[in-house]
């Protein structure tokens, strides 16, 4: 079993920036590709970005290009979402997400195995 620990949400006004952190509580986190999804009031959890066991490949949502950059640290077990520019639209609850599977997508909830509780980010216009 794996524990995500999210921090660093908050109120923001647009055009800020937050960084989020995402903490995790096994010896193996280097096995697991991560991922970081939101979810606004009244709507579906959606992908936001995800990054590869070594950190050499990610990708992202394409309403977060430019704007985001997921990065991680292997020897600190933890995951992290830079997020630059904010929006009004950004606001939602981000949550941190594991997955070791080598089947599925990177861009699908249902393909990870381990959730945080997530931070709400909120951004005012």
């Known amino acids: 079993q794996v524990q995500l620990v999210e921090s660093g949400g908050g109120l923001v006004q647009a055009g800020g920036s937050l960084r989020l952190s995402c903490a995790a509580s096994?010896?193996?986190?280097?096995?697991?590709?991560m991922g970081w999804f939101c979810q606004a009031p009244g709507k579906e959890r959606e992908f936001v970005s995800a990054?590869?066991?070594?950190?050499?490949?990610?990708i992202y949502a394409e309403s977060v290009k430019g704007r985001f950059t997921i990065s991680r640290d292997n020897a600190k077990n933890t995951v992290y979402l830079q997020m630059n520019s904010l929006k009004p639209e950004d606001t939602a609850v981000y949550y941190c997400?594991?997955?070791?599977?080598?089947?599925?997508?990177?861009?699908?909830?249902?393909?990870?195995?381990?959730w945080g509780q997530g931070t709400q980010v909120t951004v005012s216009s």
């Open positions: 997400a594991a997955r070791t599977r080598r089947t599925g997508s990177w861009n699908n909830g249902p393909d990870y195995d381990y």
């Open positions: 096994t010896r193996t986190f280097s096995t697991y590709t």
């Open positions: 990054i590869t066991k070594t950190g050499s490949g990610t």
